[in-house]
């Protein structure tokens, strides 16, 4: 950024920033800056913002500062002195500074901050003198050389908080705030031996020089092993950068006419209009969101100050009509004055972020188009998540802040660690710790709850679970928890690391009993919301299913039919199992007999007598499928198995050898002849072996079988009709494996429902780079395409899904080679750009070609997003996805 064609600025004061300088300033600087112009300089104290691009400038020099910022951070300095009518470094009153990160994006407990600075050995006598309150000048003095070692040079916090509790053990003191004069003077010089012995250097008293490091040290947290896990399980890209705000200190911690506390414009976990938030009296922002005191809410506020608590209300009321979103506000009260240090937009549970979009909708506030931009599709899930069974009886062990909706249950872990591992080994966990810390972030993505003894709701434990959707009790105060014992004791009850346990975000309660969850119940707010997405989306929505129940769900959830039933789940189950493995057995003996010339032998009889019991399984479950789905379109992809799935050697080993061990010799022998079969048939890459397409041409009859049988269950369910049902053939490369398999399906389905047979369109999955390539040609044979991009996926990139995810493509993610995996997000680039090459090459043959996709991409905002703007007519995810994918598809439509 330059200013008037001169050096680039890199320093811009609050009054002279704004909300559209978001990229340059920062969340913070950019809400600080707006904030001054909505509530006034009165309310809002003075500062600066030092810009991302001076971040980027200095990351891209290696660590230099970049030309000119000293110089401008000296003439801000100046300007905010006058305003503030005190001097920095002054030793009798001294202006008191904040430096706090501030990246566009928002990322809560991350990056790093640092207060007080400025406070030198003299100027702290001085403010004591000033304020008459020698503990808060101590006090702040304290916090300083603390946050400034930890954060600026480096200083282990255990090196500090091991003194600072035995400090605390010495006074008999519970809280920071208990400690007298002469311990936080004993503690002051504790501290400044800790800095010196670890950096080998005095702490340095000058306040410019304690500014200009810890502007830089914030630069540096832009790159801080949790910063970047937390851009990484986010998608925030790493060359955005941090701004720094340098902001005038006010002070909570006067006395009892003090304070500090969060607060939120509405109830972030349900959306209620009503102010929510905490309150910690005599105290620091810090305090409040690290969790280590429990708070009050504002209703405590209320009674102890009701001037501040109105003021807090009104502010509140204006930012959430200026900004037309929840707002999450941190203030601090100073001897009865109140101050607004920060707002951003609340992050939010789901429940409230649909609650909140209707509200403002009806309130006015906000335009339809408006209010479906506040709701984040994916968090939509967190709406899907179990609560615990309201029938069920059970022992609450303990209760604590509902801080995150939704139940858990799982095993207990103690730290972030265990909760990665537990979760890498497929089971349910649940974090259970004394409070959490931005360090904690890889954890509370492997669990499935959290649970802390101390902090509230807007806890770094309580934003962070509701932002990742994860169910979350705090301040469960009764709990106390020893991670090095793994023991977790609530009053006389002793619970251990590996027991499990269930908690209830919603009201707060622990409970040790086994209990049920089940899926929670939505209110009306969630189906007006979703009928907004519905009238503004392009995308039609359909569910992947294979059983009646799965296709009820999805109906429930709002799928306007199925675009995948992956056939061949229908035969999991051990009777049905055998059964297939019969028929693909007597299927290849079959085939052998004819290639050997009898055309009617006794294999071939085994062969049809298996299709005929199979049909008979798969007309039921068709009718059931299409009877559940009311004349929906119902897309049946017929088989596509791998057949080492099925017919396994290994498994023919076993009947083998118990054939052996009973010495019944037709057992033998038919098993020995079924192992051969199957080792005949082994494959070294069977998911590119005989599958789909090609197995239906080899084993004549099968998908002949499937074709009558879907038909059968047309005529059952659709009066006469087809019955919504659409006919998918898989695997196909060449446009001749399609045609003459079209051919064979047509000539079943016109016999079974004659003048209704026009009725049931054929088509195809496109999951091939050659099918992509030739889709004009394929396209002359389909009444639709659907993209199967978990198969496209692979083969465009030559991946195994099931490998590269638990293999390199974690590292490569780490590395920042790649975003999201190519099997969550859709590789635009490349399997992107072949989808629109089939999509325009199809439709040029055929324009009334109906598009669709059926792989996990159908459920992923970001790829559907992909998908609306290519032109394809609907997308099919899981039943689970359904409410997402149609938020995302509205989203797609107004952005």
């Known amino acids: ?122 100027s702290t006598e001085g403010l004591a003198h000033r304020t008459g309150n ?20 480096g200083v282990p916090a255990d090196s500090y908080e091991e003194v600072l509790s035995r400090t605390r053990d010495e006074a008999g003191a519970r809280y920071d705030r208990e400690l007298d004069e002469g311990a936080l003077r004993k503690l002051i010089d504790e ?10 250097e005095a702490f340095p008293e000058d306040p410019r020089e304690q500014l200009r490091r810890s502007v830089l040290a914030v630069f540096d947290s832009w790159n801080n092993p949790r910063a970047f896990t937390y851009r990484r399980l986010n998608g925030i890209p790493d060359e955005l950068g941090t701004a720094v705000t340098v902001q005038r200190m006010v002070f909570g911690n006067t006395g009892e006419r003090s304070g500090s506390g969060v607060a939120f414009s509405r109830d972030p976990t349900t959306g209620e209009r009503r102010a929510d938030g905490d309150f910690l009296v005599d105290a620091q922002g810090e305090d409040v969101v690290a969790g280590v005191r429990n708070t009050e809410d504002l209703g405590g506020l209320a009674d102890r100050m009701p001037e501040a608590h109105a003021e807090l209300l009104a502010s509140l009321e204006r930012l959430e009509r200026h900004y037309r979103d929840i707002q999450d506000v941190e203030y601090t ?29 009806h309130e006015a506030l906000l335009s339809k188009e408006d209010a479906l931009r506040t709701i984040d599709p994916e968090a939509l899930t967190a709406l899907l998540h179990p609560a615990i069974d309201p029938d069920s009886d ?19 872990v103690l730290t972030a660690a265990a909760a990665e591992a537990g979760a890498a080994a497929g089971e349910d966990v649940i974090l259970v710790r004394p409070f959490t810390s931005a360090d904690d972030v890889g954890g509370f993505h492997a669990a499935r709850g959290i649970l802390t003894a101390q902090g509230g709701k807007s806890s770094h434990a309580a934003i962070v679970a509701r932002g990742m959707g994860r169910p979350c009790v705090c301040g469960a105060s009764e709990m106390a928890v020893d991670t090095a014992a793994g023991v977790v004791r609530i009053g006389d009850r002793e619970l251990h690391a590996g027991d499990t346990i269930a908690i209830d975000g919603s009201v707060g309660t622990v409970t040790g009993d086994d209990v049920e969850l089940v899926r929670p119940r939505v209110g009306d707010a969630f189906a007006e919301v979703l009928g907004w997405a519905d009238d503004i989306r392009r995308l039609g929505v359909r569910a992947n299913a294979d059983t009646a129940e799965d296709a009820r769900h999805a109906r429930e959830l709002g799928a306007e039919g199925i675009g995948l039933c992956r056939t061949e789940h229908m035969f999991f189950g051990p009777d049905r199992e055998e059964l297939v493995r019969e028929m693909f057995i007597s299927g290849e003996l079959a085939r052998r007999e004819r290639a050997a010339g009898a055309e009617d032998g006794p294999r071939e009889s085994e062969y049809r007598d298996g299709l005929a019991r199979l049909a ?30 099925f017919i396994p050697v290994s498994g023919f080993d076993r009947e083998l050898a118990e054939a052996e061990a009973a010495g019944d010799e037709a057992a033998v022998a038919r098993a020995r002849e079924r192992r051969d079969v199957a080792s005949d048939l082994e494959e070294v890459n069977p998911m590119l072996g005989t599958r789909g397409a090609r197995l239906g041409l080899i084993l004549e009859g099968l998908y002949e079988m499937q074709a009558r049988a879907i038909a059968e269950a047309a005529i059952e369910t659709g009066a006469g009709g087809a019955a919504g049902v659409e006919i998918m053939l898989p695997l196909i490369a060449y446009e001749s494996e399609l045609a003459a398999l079209r051919q064979r399906v047509e000539a079943v389905v016109g016999e079974v429902l004659g003048e209704h047979a026009s009725e049931v369109p054929i088509g195809t999955m496109i999951e091939l780079p050659r099918a992509c390539m030739i889709a004009g040609r394929i396209a002359e044979h389909a009444d639709f395409f659907s993209f199967g991009t978990n198969d496209l996926t692979q083969t465009t990139l030559g991946l195994s899904r099931d490998d590269a995810e638990s ?62 703007e290519a032109g394809l007519d609907y997308v099919s995810c899981s039943p689970f996805r359904i409410p997402v994918a149609r938020m995302a598809a509205a989203r797609a439509v107004i952005g």
């Not at 020698?134 to 040079?153: C, I, K, N, P, T």
């Not at 009865?336 to 403002?360: P, W």
């Not at 059931?624 to 017929?638: D, F, K, Q, S």
Request: some cysteine; proline content about 6%; hydrophobic content about 40%.
């Open 1 to 122: 950024m330059t200013s008037g064609g001169g050096p680039a600025r890199w320093v811009v004061p609050f009054a002279e920033g704004s909300a559209a300088m978001r990229d340059l300033l920062g969340n913070k600087g950019a809400n600080l800056a707006e904030m001054t112009r909505v509530l006034g300089a009165e309310r809002v104290p003075g500062g600066f913002t030092i810009t991302t691009t001076a971040c980027v400038a200095y990351m891209r020099s290696g660590g230099e500062a970049p030309s000119g910022l000293d110089e401008q951070i000296d003439e801000a300095l100046g300007a905010l002195e006058a305003e503030a009518g005190k001097r920095f470094g002054d030793p009798a009153d001294p202006l008191l500074l904040s430096v706090r990160s501030g990246a566009p994006i928002s990322m809560p407990g991350m990056l790093d901050t640092v207060l007080n600075l400025g406070l030198g050995a003299e």
């Open 134 to 153: 020698a503990h808060l000048a101590l006090d702040s003095r304290r916090r300083l050389l603390q946050m400034f070692g930890e954060v600026v040079a």
């Open 191 to 200: 501290y400044l031996a800790i800095y010196e012995g670890h950096t080998a």
């Open 333 to 361: 009260i100073e001897d009865g004055r109140l101050y607004i240090l920060q707002t951003r937009s609340a992050k939010r549970h789901a429940l409230a972020a649909v609650r909140f979009a209707s509200d403002a909708r």
């Open 394 to 412: 059970y022992e609450v062990l303990t209760r604590g802040v509902p801080a995150s909706p939704g139940a858990a249950k799982g095993r207990i």
């Open 616 to 645: 008979e399984i798969q007309r039921r479950d068709f009718s059931a499928l299409l009877a559940e789905m009311g004349g929906l379109p119902v897309t049946i992809r017929l088989l596509d198995p791998p057949l080492h799935e």
């Open 807 to 868: 293999g390199f493509l974690p590292d490569y993610a780490s590395r920042g080679l790649i975003g999201r995996s190519p099997f969550e997000t859709i590789d635009v680039d490349g399997v992107g750009e072949l989808v629109w090459i089939a999509a325009e090459r199809g439709r040029a043959t055929k324009p009334e070609l109906k598009l669709g996709i059926c792989g996990e991409h159908g459920g992923d905002p970001a790829s559907i997003e992909f998908f609306d």
